[in-house]
């Protein structure tokens, strides 16, 4: 199995995108807390993303 593949997003495997943004975000956020950067509207975009992913993960196993 090649490490690139056409068919998945930027020709990666399937979850690595996910995991990027994923990454991202905590980063982010970590990088924030620890600088003194108290943004409200950070706070609510993380809350928002934790609840949709797993809102998302709960949907799918629902439907297995």
Not at 10 to 20: M, T, Y
Not at 43 to 62: M, N
Request: hydrophobic share 45%.
């Amino acid at each position: 199995m090649p490490f690139f593949d056409s068919t998945k997003p930027l020709g990666l495997p399937a979850g690595s995108i996910r995991a990027i943004i994923a990454l991202s975000v905590i980063g982010l956020t970590a990088y924030s807390y620890l600088n003194g950067i108290n943004s409200e509207a950070l706070a609510a975009l993380s809350g928002a993303i934790i609840t949709f992913y797993f809102k998302t993960r709960t949907d799918q196993e629902a439907s297995k």
